[in-house]
């Protein structure tokens, strides 16, 4: 069992940045591949962004390229994602995901937290 936490939601500007946060519990971290999705009002949980258990394969969703950033310590066992160029249509719930493969699919990723609200202003 992994459990998780996100946390650096907030409200800000339209080309803004916010840092989000994933703390997860238990020693098997490192081997866990991470993503993040978000949710945005009456849509789908999309996929953003995953890391690899090493750091050394990341992707991202197209909208975000060369916008945000994925990375994760595990010797914290954290992962992060970090936000630039903010725009309103990032406007979303996030949620960080633990999975045994590293993918883009939702049904990939066993343990889920609760999310953390993003609101971007214009």
């Known amino acids: 069992q992994v459990h998780l936490v996100e946390s650096g939601g907030g409200l800000v500007q339209a080309g803004g940045s916010l840092r989000l946060s994933c703390a997860a519990s238990?020693?098997?971290?490192?081997?866990?591949?991470m993503g993040w999705f978000r949710q945005a009002p009456g849509k789908e949980r999309d996929f953003v962004a995953a890391?690899?258990?090493?750091?050394?394969?990341?992707t991202y969703t197209d909208s975000v390229k060369g916008r945000f950033t994925i990375s994760r310590d595990n010797a914290k066992y954290t992962v992060f994602l970090q936000m630039n160029s903010l725009k309103p249509e990032d406007t979303a719930v996030y949620y960080c995901?633990?999975?045994?493969?590293?993918?883009?699919?939702?049904?990939?990723?066993?343990?889920w937290g609760q999310g953390t609200q993003v609101t971007v202003s214009s």
């Open positions: 238990g020693r098997t971290f490192s081997s866990y591949a």
């Open positions: 890391i690899n258990w090493s750091g050394t394969g990341r």
């Open positions: 995901a633990a999975g045994r493969v590293y993918a883009l699919g939702r049904s990939e990723y066993d343990f």
